[in-house]
């Protein structure tokens, strides 16, 4: 399901939260990956935008590690953006799970509810099925709460063809 941007409010951004920040980028069949501004982590805004000026041929994707608690996918479209958060329940505690949330229109439960609920992942899970990662696989890697973000975007990276590009990036830090 693509949805569209929305301007973040100008008092969104906070101080860089730990994680990072990347675009995959598939061209002419070879995957290539960049970093994307910090504020990405706390702004979804500025990571749609980035997205967005990365035209390319192929897939552009945006992988948000944030705070080693919960990743972001994202996917540009024609329609807007396709979206995915690992864990729903971060909506509670940062501002750019809440704005996830926000754009595909979910609500969570109300927050005692929440707190006490394992995490689960929300939005298109089959964000990444063109790509070699079945909607069901990816439901499965995001619900592996042994997983840190990092290492649940490292095994995306390798299901879908851009492990190396991705940890050169990410290891250049």
Known sequence: MAVQSVEAPADVRE????????????EDGRWRCTRLDPDALVDLDTAI??????????????????DDEFF?????????VALMVSDAVAALDY????DVLDLLRVELPPEDDAIDAPPWPEGDLGILADLGLPADELEVLAGEVE???????????????????????????
């Open 15 to 26: 101080q860089a939260l730990p994680g990072y920040a990347v675009a995959a980028i598939r």
């Open 49 to 66: 935008t980035e997205l967005r000026a990365l035209r390319s041929t192929g897939a552009v994707l945006g992988l948000l590690d944030v």
């Open 72 to 80: 972001v996918l994202l996917r540009p479209g024609p329609g807007g």
């Open 95 to 98: 501002d750019v799970a809440a």
């Open 147 to 173: 997983l840190y973000p990092d290492e649940q975007l490292a095994a995306i990276g390798r299901r879908c063809g851009f492990a190396e590009a991705l940890a050169e990036v990410v290891d250049a830090r």
